[in-house]
Every structure is written in structure tokens, then in C-alpha cells.
């Protein structure tokens, strides 16, 4: 059977069977085309339509739909239908024509009008005369309307994205003629840029535009790309995890390198970090005085050593707990500091050996310490960039009451921290403005009580989620996939309950009986990597004592600090157990 296909704007008459000619010729009239209705495009004004009942009960206008309207106007045909002269009722096209409704108030409400006016409507008749199948025909003709349609793919805005670029538009102005953010815009824009990517999208390799952008960020490091397809093929709700690996990893080695330029620069021997700095000939100029005749507590600066025959440096880890940029640096060192006439910066500290170079055994556990530090640090920048995004969401988390009230009820020492450090990270996670004062300090009613005052009962709820989420998040850190707390396991459980994935390091926290295999990338790990300070101070003031500041450590008081190392001790205890 031929058939012809008619645009919507040729149609401007009554149209009936066998109207249309074929261009190749003589159409085949056909029983279904004989009986089929004659329809009639008119251009009308929305607000004169009448919506009828409509099987979407609650219609959503958000604003890029009203402005692309505005922009636009409506181009696809509202169906109505006619049951008396000049009353058209909305049979299909609800939204279309509340969006247009609300064009023509926006401009009314500036005191000017519209830029399209009208809209069109193709006006059908209604065939069945019983009203009981009539309304069914309604009831299936709207669930079909929006059941049989499939939204754009990915791949697909990906190359109408390109030929809209190589017909000269900017990313801005795709943005605007398309009323969507500019972000998503930019995101389509880099993977469209990528043939990698693109290829993987086309190919169905990565299935949504968001993994094809890590795939375009990361496209010229063909290993980081492997990586990542491993893991969008095999395990995709590990990508966000993988991907912040591959991030940090790549960080890491320019923050290292861009040290490591800068000690070149100024003519520093560079060493590699020794296995201990406690023993043997080298040792850092915190821990050393220039010498035996200076008091206890002198310092020995990197300027005052310069000139030493022993002055070196490596690349050292300061913390995670650290900004980014502020995780790595120079830390200096006296290569032989006896031969060179320095000793312990203070006359408690010993210099005698302690330990020997750690054995096979004792290297595989070093190993599982450092790569899953690793592989938490990297998974607490996605776990709380979910968290945000959760909390920004307007339905409330499922239990959130319930669980809340619990974790409050149990009165952990996480939710006491956090009501003392006046809830500071649920007040980031929740995207509000930092107070300039906080605590007991604090000279406004805090900004998560003035949310909650006219806050609805979802939101309310989020706000609650929020406090108890923010507490026992900040409690986390590489200790608790080592030794998980009663409130980490039930916070993480929550998190998993809500949807959250948890990465393979976590999930120790949930199983524990696993905590002995690697969670993250085993290839090059270094077993000396580890912080030289990596405890978080509990406030400002102690900053100087985790820098080894000029603070004098007295003789008979022992540091009650945990360091990465002793942590390691405890755990590989743990193990042999």
C-alpha cells in the first residue's frame, strides 16, 4: 500500500481522502483511507482552548520549556476536538498549551505581548458516539501519546550538537536557541570534540553522555581510557569511582613533577623518600638543630641548610586532609646529618636504629594500606559530591525520619562533634553560605534553622537527613574502611539503601571480613608513600604542631598522634590475629 506523508504546515484547508497526489503519481485509495477523518489546521489563541481531562494529572512547565516556547513558539499541532462551533477542548497537548498560556501572562505581566501569538491546533472529529467507548478512546489515545515515544539518545545530541558546531554556532548560542544550561551544552561539546568518545557512544560502549565525557577528558591517555572501558562494560556502577582514581593519580603526578621542577630549578639534589626517617643517616630538618651547642627547639631552615654538603629534599605527602594543592611539597632533609655536625632537634628525641627493612609479608600488607588509602580519598570526593546532589533533590529520602531520629537517639560521638563544630559540613553539603560566625560565636539564628522555618515537610525532613548525614560524614577518613565504627556501618548501609554505590573500598566498611585485598589501583604503588603528617588538627590553633611547628615538645610527654605508619602496624596486628 502507498502512502504519503503530509508536513503539519502544508495543511490549511479541510482535508479530505484522496486530496493529496503522489508525486510519483496516482495514491492507491484503500478502505482505511476512504474512512479516514477529515482533519483542519486552524491558528488560534491558547488561551480561548479548553483542556479537557487529561490522563497527566499534574503537568510540569519547567522554565527552558516555557522559554523555548516563547522563543519558538508551539510547533507541533495541539489535537482538539470541536463537540459545539468555536469550543475546541484539548484532546492531546496539555503541556503545549499551559506552556503557551503562561507565555502569553509572562508578557502580559511586562505590558507587552507575545512574540508568537497564536498557536496551531488540528482540529479532528469525534467519530464514536457512545460516550462510555469515547472516553476510553481518550484515556488510550493520551497514555499512547506519551508511552510510544522515544526521547533522544545521547549519541544522538552528540552529533546534532557537532553539525550545529560546524555550521558555525558557539556553545553559548546552542545553549540559548536550545533554552537548556550551558553546562550540559559544554559537556555534549567536549565529547562531540572526541572521536574516542564519540566512537564509544555510537558503539554502545558507554551508554550515557555523562561517562562520555570522562571518556573525552581522559582521551589521550590510551591506558586511562582502557581502564575506564573495563570498567563502563563490566562494572558500570564503579565508573564515578574509577574515574576519580584516574583523577587523583593524575593530579598526584603533576603536583609531584611540578615540585620536582621547582627543586630542579633551584638546584636541590633530589632523593627518593627514604623507608624510615627515624633511623639511619637521614633525616628531615624539622626533627634536627644545627647543632649540639644550639638550644633544644632551634630550628634548622631549608635557607640555613642550603649550604650543607648533605641539603637535599624529597617530594613529600602532607595529609589528605589537606587542600589539593596543598598535599604535596618539598620536604628537606640532611643526607648524613651526624658527619655533618647536626643533631636531634630536641634533647629527647633518640637516634639509634628501631627497625629493619620490612619483610615480604609485611611489604603485601603495606601494600593493601596504601593502595586503599588511596582508593578512599578518591572515593570520599565522590561519595560526597553524591551526598550534595542528594540532598539538593525536592523529595525527601526515603526513611530519613525514621533513620535520623535513631542516629540522633544513639547520641554518637560523631553527631556531638558535629553540633560543636555547628554542623559545618551539612551546612556545605547543603549549598549554603558559610557563616562568618559559627558556634558560640555565632551572632544570627544558624542558617539551617532559618531554612527549616518555612521549609514544607519534604524539605524539612531533607534539612534533618542533612545534620545527621554531615556529622557522620566528617567522622570518616582512611581509618574507617581499617576499623569501621557502629555509626560508619550504618551510615554507609543508609547511603547504599538510598542508591549510592558503594565503591570496592567502602564496601569493607559494610565487610569487613575482606579488608585484606586491594581496592583500587595495585600497579606502582610505592609502600613509602605515605603521609608525613596525616592527622587532621582539631582546630586551627593546632596546625603548627601537625606541621612540626616551633612548638616545643616537652620531654616527659609522649605524642599521641596516629600516623599512617602506626595505623599500618595496628592493622597488619589485626591480621595476624
Known amino acids: 500500500m502507498a502512502t504519503t506523508e503530509i508536513a503539519v504546515e502544508h495543511i490549511d484547508t479541510d482535508i479530505a481522502p484522496g486530496d493529496v497526489a503522489s508525486e510519483q503519481g496516482n495514491v492507491e485509495t484503500t478502505t482505511d483511507a476512504e474512512q479516514r477523518p477529515a482533519v483542519e489546521l486552524r491558528w488560534v489563541d491558547p488561551r480561548t482552548l479548553v483542556v479537557g481531562a487529561n490522563t497527566r494529572k499534574k503537568p510540569e512547565l519547567p522554565k527552558w520549556f516555557v522559554d523555548d516556547i516563547a522563543d519558538r513558539g508551539v510547533r507541533e499541532p495541539i489535537s482538539v476536538r470541536e463537540p459545539a462551533p468555536g469550543n475546541l477542548v484539548v484532546r492531546k497537548g496539555q503541556r503545549r498549551t499551559f506552556g503557551a498560556i503562561e507565555v502569553w501572562e509572562r508578557a502580559l505581566a511586562k505590558g507587552t505581548e507575545p512574540k508568537h501569538k497564536l498557536v496551531p491546533v488540528l482540529v479532528e472529529p469525534e467519530l464514536i458516539t457512545d460516550d462510555v467507548q469515547a472516553e476510553i478512546d481518550r484515556i488510550i489515545d493520551q497514555l499512547g501519546e506519551n508511552e510510544h515515544r522515544a526521547p533522544i539518545t545521547d549519541a544522538d545530541e552528540v552529533y546534532a550538537t557537532q553539525e550545529l558546531l560546524d555550521l558555525g554556532l558557539t556553545a553559548g548560542q546552542i545553549a540559548r536557541k536550545r533554552h537548556i544550561g550551558t553546562k550540559r551544552v559544554k559537556t555534549v561539546v567536549e565529547v562531540a570534540r572526541s572521536t574516542v568518545a564519540v566512537e564509544m557512544l555510537r558503539t554502545g560502549i558507554v551508554e550515557n553522555l555523562a561517562h562520555a565525557a570522562v571518556i573525552a577528558e581522559f582521551q589521550d591517555d590510551e591506558a586511562a581510557v582502557e581502564t575506564l572501558t573495563s570498567a563502563a562494560t563490566t562494572r558500570p556502577e564503579q565508573f564515578d569511582h574509577v574515574a576519580q582514581q584516574l583523577r587523583d593519580r593524575r593530579e598526584e603526578i603533576r603536583?609531584?613533577?611540578?615540585?620536582?621542577?621547582?627543586?630542579?630549578?633551584?638546584?636541590?639534589?633530589?632523593?627518593?623518600?627514604?623507608?624510615?626517617?627515624?633511623?639511619?643517616?637521614?633525616?628531615?630538618?624539622?626533627?634536627?638543630?644545627?647543632?649540639?651547642?644550639?638550644?633544644?627547639?632551634?630550628?634548622?631552615?631549608?635557607?640555613?641548610?642550603?649550604?650543607?654538603?648533605?641539603?637535599?629534599?624529597?617530594?613529600?605527602?602532607?595529609?589528605?586532609?589537606?587542600?589539593?594543592?596543598?598535599?604535596?611539597?618539598?620536604?628537606?632533609?640532611?643526607?648524613?646529618?651526624?658527619?655533618?655536625?647536626?643533631?636531634?632537634?630536641?634533647?629527647?628525641?633518640?637516634?639509634?636504629?628501631?627497625?629493619?627493612?620490612?619483610?615480604?609479608?609485611?611489604?603485601?600488607?603495606?601494600?593493601?594500606?596504601?593502595?586503599?588509602?588511596?582508593?578512599?580519598r578518591s572515593a570520599e570526593t565522590v561519595r560526597r559530591k553524591w551526598v550534595r546532589d542528594f540532598l539538593g533533590r525536592k523529595r525527601a529520602p526515603k526513611d530519613g525520619i525514621s533513620w535520623a531520629v535513631q542516629m540522633l537517639a544513639e547520641g554518637s560521638h560523631p553527631v556531638r562533634k558535629a553540633m560543636e563544630s555547628d554542623h559545618a559540613l551539612a551546612i556545605e553539603m547543603l549549598g549554603m553560605p558559610k557563616p562568618e560566625f559559627s558556634a558560640y560565636h555565632r551572632r544570627e539564628k544558624h542558617v539551617i534553622s532559618a531554612a527549616a522555618e518555612n521549609a514544607n515537610p519534604a524539605r524539612s525532613t531533607t534539612l534533618l537527613v542533612a545534620l545527621v548525614v554531615g556529622a557522620l560524614e566528617k567522622s570518616t577518613g582512611t581509618h574507617t574502611w581499617r576499623s569501621p565504627s557502629s555509626e560508619a556501618k550504618a551510615y554507609f548501609a543508609q547511603l547504599e539503601s538510598w542508591g549510592y554505590s558503594l565503591s570496592d573500598v567502602e564496601q569493607l566498611v559494610l565487610k569487613p571480613e575482606g579488608k585484606a585485598a586491594l581496592a583500587g589501583f595495585d600497579d606502582e604503588v610505592d609502600l613509602d608513600d605515605e603521609p608525613e603528617e596525616d592527622v587532621e588538627p582539631e582546630n586551627e590553633d593546632q596546625g603548627d604542631l601537625v606541621d612540626g611547628g616551633d612548638a616545643e615538645v616537652p620531654e616527659d610527654v609522649e605524642s599521641t598522634e596516629v600516623t599512617e605508619t602506626e595505623a599500618f602496624e595496628e592493622y597488619a596486628d589485626d591480621l595476624a590475629a
Open 255 to 376: 603536583l609531584r613533577g611540578k615540585i620536582t621542577a621547582q627543586l630542579t630549578e633551584q638546584g636541590v639534589t633530589i632523593i627518593e623518600r627514604p623507608s624510615s626517617l627515624h633511623d639511619g643517616k637521614v633525616r628531615k630538618l624539622d626533627d634536627l638543630r644545627p647543632s649540639a651547642e644550639s638550644p633544644s627547639g632551634t630550628d634548622l631552615t631549608a635557607e640555613d641548610h642550603k649550604g650543607c654538603r648533605g641539603h637535599a629534599a624529597f617530594v613529600a605527602n602532607f595529609g589528605s586532609w589537606r587542600p589539593v594543592a596543598e598535599r604535596f611539597g618539598a620536604a628537606y632533609v640532611c643526607t648524613d646529618f651526624k658527619a655533618h655536625g647536626h643533631v636531634s632537634r630536641y634533647n629527647s628525641m633518640t637516634t639509634g636504629a628501631t627497625s629493619g627493612p620490612m619483610t615480604a609479608e609485611q611489604k603485601a600488607k603495606r601494600k593493601v594500606v596504601v593502595t586503599n588509602n588511596k582508593a578512599w
